[in-house]
């Protein structure tokens, strides 16, 4: 018998298998694919390197605007695959390595339960005291005509080489990244949308901003569109067909949403509750409809991302397993879309303010930072400041700019701490810089 049994080797179940280890508990962790999970293997890791790689493209670019003479220059996509896979391969090696230190029993399969406390694996039986779901997610795939020649992003972690022309259905981060990825590596991109603006969820003036920004880069975004049907002309050709129009590219991408692994998983033995989506039903205290059974991360629905995965773990781990304390504060998420220019947000958009508060108050700059003066075509920031109340405590901050990601990061912790128009108007401005600018807007 196994004291706790951890289903997912991803970012909320290694750390979950490595706390119970660590605690005493006899652990089995197991996996059906990769140790690491979405975030290590087909998410935040390569989607973040291949950004890195993608930017030297318009790098080179703007080098030439200042006094380098960089000519002609050609892009290896297959050897970046490989480097991108080695390292990821090598994550995962190292994962591997930290749960066989830590005294975790790692288990190749898929598991699925035959009752709340036996659960199967390669037709082997485990016995449990207690099982932490930690399955994830995977991405949605729509049953159009021609949706077998669709990929998902996936598979662009594996493709052999880099395609001329590219369609990608989806208007959330996801396909943003990769479309903008694409598009600074050298290909025709297309975003099909369904609805009128790309990132839906984020704030509508920064949306706005950034759809500018994708089509003066040359991206097309077809908006209120949809795919009805995908044909197939030869291996590398695909017609793509949105009502009467029609387009011609090597490959489709569907990203159009994920679903929570769990179908796999056979709850329905188990009396382990999931929503329409597919979702674990969880209380405040991640347990499931069956008290032997927590469930965290993707699989429970809610914000999908690695830290979201990584602090549920921690917070069941501290406050519900050991009954002690793991102050947490779930409702400033800092997020960022890698994407070119990069984008930045904490806090509420100005919709979702202006519903929640009855005086908010926005100030908006856009401007070409003086380092991006000199280029032929200089990419502007832009900085939206939303706040509430007469003192104009501040409720978000979303941010258009080079390592916008790094800069949201910082400044999450005074936004989580309250801070207010006048704690910027104090705070001395660092000149030249960017965000000298958000200390000093009146
Ligand atoms: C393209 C992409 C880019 C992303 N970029 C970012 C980003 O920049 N920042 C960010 O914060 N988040 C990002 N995310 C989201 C992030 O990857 C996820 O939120 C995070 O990985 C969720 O962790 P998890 O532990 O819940 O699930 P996962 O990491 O998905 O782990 C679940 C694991 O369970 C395994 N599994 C599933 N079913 C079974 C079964 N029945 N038996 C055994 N094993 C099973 C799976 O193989 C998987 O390894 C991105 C996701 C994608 C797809």
């Known amino acids: 018998m196994i004291d706790v049994m951890v289903i997912g080797a991803g970012s909320a179940g290694l750390v979950t298998a490595k706390q119970l280890a660590a605690s005493g508990k006899s652990v089995a962790l197991v996996e059906n694919d990769t140790i690491g999970g979405t975030c290590v293997s087909y998410g935040c890791v390569p989607k973040k390197l291949w950004h890195r790689v993608s930017a030297f493209g318009g790098q080179m670019d703007a080098a030439n605007d200042y006094g380098w003479s960089v000519s002609e220059s050609s892009f290896d996509w297959e050897a970046m695959q490989q480097a991108i896979r080695g390292y990821v ?20 399969g898929q598991a699925s339960f035959v ?5 199967c694996i390669n037709n082997t039986h485990y016995t449990a005291g207690h099982s932490v779901i930690c399955v994830g997610s995977t991405a949605k795939k729509e049953p159009i005509p021609g949706a077998d020649y669709c990929d998902t992003s996936y598979d662009f972690f594996s493709w052999p080489k880099q395609p001329q022309s590219v369609a990608i259905w989806g208007g959330g981060y996801i396909a943003v990244e990769l479309a903008s990825i694409l598009q600074a590596c050298g290909s025709r991109v297309h975003i099909i949308c369904r609805q009128s603006q790309v990132l839906g969820g984020f704030d509508a003036d920064l949306r706005a901003f950034i759809m500018d920004r994708y089509r003066e880069k040359g991206i097309h975004i077809h908006t209120n569109s949809t795919i009805d049907r995908v044909d197939r002309i030869d291996e590398d050709t695909h ?32 009396g382990i509750m999931r929503d329409a989506n597919g979702a674990i039903i969880v209380n405040d205290q991640y347990a499931t409809s069956q008290p032997t059974v927590s469930a965290l991360g993707d699989c429970i629905g809610g914000l999908q991302l690695t830290p979201v995965a990584i602090a549920q773990a921690r917070d069941w781990f501290h406050r519900v397993w050991c009954k002690g304390n793991f102050p947490v504060d779930f409702s400033t998420v800092p997020t960022a879309v890698f994407s070119h220019p990069e984008i930045g947000t904490v806090g509420l958009t100005e ?30 920031v832009f900085i939206k400041l939303i706040m509430s109340g007469g003192d104009l405590q501040v409720r978000g901050l979303h ?43 009146y």
């Open 89 to 108: 391969q090598k994550l995962n090696a190292r994962h591997y390595q930290k749960c066989m230190d830590a005294g975790v029993t790692v288990i190749r």
């Open 115 to 119: 009752s709340p406390t036996t659960i």
């Open 239 to 270: 017609r793509v067909v949105m009502g009467s129009q029609s387009i011609r590219v090597n490959r489709v991408i569907q990203a159009i949403g994920r679903r929570p692994n769990t179908d796999a998983l056979l709850c329905e033995s188990a």
């Open 351 to 380: 919709d979702a303010a202006r519903e929640q508060y009855a005086d908010v108050s926005t100030k908006t700059l856009t401007f070409t930072p003086l380092t991006a003066v000199l280029s032929a075509q200089p990419e502007p």
């Open 399 to 441: 941010i258009v700019a080079d390592s916008a990601s790094e800069i949201i990061q910082s400044l999450a912790v005074a936004i989580q701490k309250g801070i207010t128009k006048a704690d910027l108007d104090k705070t001395m401005a660092l000149h030249p810089s960017i965000m000298e600018e958000l200390v000093t807007i």
